[in-house]
Nanobody
Framework: QVQLVESGGGLVQAGGSLRLSCVAS????????MGWFRQTPGKGREFVAA????????YYADSVKGRFTISRDNAKKMLYLQMNSLTPEDTAGYYC????????????????WGRGTQVTVSS
């Protein structure tokens, strides 16, 4: 099993940037493909970005492509999400998640979740 804890959320003005981090503990981090998802009140959790176990493959939701960058450091057991050019529509709770096997975009493919970190973008 792997345990995940997110950090780095906060309040930022539109056009600003934030970097989210997710630290893993427990099982071997490099075994897992990783993803970031987000959720707003009254909405389901949606895919944001994913990265393969090696970091060699990435995938992004169309809404964040070109603005967000997912990366990982297997030696440090860390996952990151660099978010640039933020808009109020990016306001959400952001969750990191882990899955065994290949990179994926489907929520139910991920078996391990953090508790989330809140990102609020003011206009």
């Amino acid at each position: 099993q792997v345990q995940l804890v997110e950090s780095g959320g906060g309040l930022v003005q539109a056009g600003g940037s934030l970097r989210l981090s997710c630290v893993a503990s427990g099982s071997t981090f490099s075994r897992y493909a990783m993803g970031w998802f987000r959720q707003t009140p009254g909405k389901g959790r949606e895919f944001v970005a994913a990265i393969s176990w090696s970091g060699g493959g990435t995938y992004y939701a169309d809404s964040v492509k070109g603005r967000f960058t997912i990366s990982r450091d297997n030696a440090k057991k860390m996952l990151y999400l660099q978010m640039n050019s933020l808009t109020p529509e990016d306001t959400a709770g952001y969750y990191c998640a882990a899955k065994l096997g290949p990179i994926g975009v489907l929520l139910d493919g991920y078996g391990y979740w953090g508790r989330g970190t809140q990102v609020t973008v003011s206009s």
